[in-house]
């Protein structure tokens, strides 16, 4: 069974097998150091979200989510301090279009303070704070402010998906937030020379496509 209507033939579906088949591909290559063969497969596999979302008629948000975090894994895949900054830009603005979109479709921000969001709104703001708390502490003074704004973007971009009380949208957020938490510890916080660095860089990368493929099927109809 394919997600969108009209079976493997389907021009959606067909686009979305070959995310996939990108982003296995940039998953099993993930180890062999910045080159541009991954670089393009990192970026293929979201940027063809965008397109199927684009095509299916999705919402201008998710489209331009999805686009942007495009943009924002084509810098990443690259090497340098411009290359990552200009990644964060892009994935910060990507989460502002999600915030809007989930916004525009939650229930009032009030919802949070009732049971069963409560708990989980307030593990989420801990969490947060716990780990940009640390985080500040492994990072250059340039890259303080910076650090800062993006991670509030992302929890009130998880915050406003808790708000939507959809499931699709929550399991999405929630995957995309522990993607940004394990690769910020990666990057800022385990020792260089950590074995256990390979192994978070497979969990960014899986929880992260899992999570943007999961917010396509949110708001895309999906096959019988």
């Known amino acids: ?32 150091g910045s080159s541009w063969r991954l670089s393009v497969l990192k970026t293929l596999s979201t940027s063809l979200l965008a ?15 999805l686009a942007l975090s495009a943009l ?5 895949s690259r090497d340098g301090e411009k290359a990552f900054i200009s990644g964060l830009v892009s994935f910060l603005v990507a989460h502002v279009a999600y915030i809007v979109l989930f916004a525009s479709i939650g229930q009032s921000p009030a919802v949070l303070l009732s049971m069963p969001l409560l708990p989980a709104a307030a ?5 947060s704070l716990a780990l940009l708390r640390i985080i500040l502490r492994h990072v250059s003074g340039e ?3 910076p650090v800062m704004v993006y991670c509030t973007a992302l929890m009130l971009m998880g915050l406003t998906a808790l708000a939507t009380e ?12 522990a993607s940004d938490a394990i690769l910020a510890w990666e990057k800022f916080v385990e020792p260089a020379a950590s074995a256990r660095k390979p192994p978070m860089r497979l969990a960014v990368w899986v929880l992260y496509y899992a999570a943007q493929v999961t917010f396509l099927l949110a708001f895309i109809p999906s096959g019988d």
């Open 1 to 32: 069974m394919m997600p969108f209507p009209g079976g493997f033939g389907q021009a959606d579906n067909i686009a979305l097998l070959i995310s996939l088949a990108a982003a296995v591909l940039y998953l099993l290559m993930l180890g062999q």
């Open 51 to 65: 397109i199927i979302a684009w095509h299916m008629g999705g919402p201008v948000l998710l489209i331009a989510g």
């Open 72 to 76: 924002g894994d084509l810098f990443l």
């Open 123 to 127: 593990i989420m703001i801990a969490a």
């Open 143 to 145: 890259l303080r402010l």
């Open 166 to 177: 959809r499931p699709l949208i929550i399991a999405g957020a929630v995957m995309f937030v």
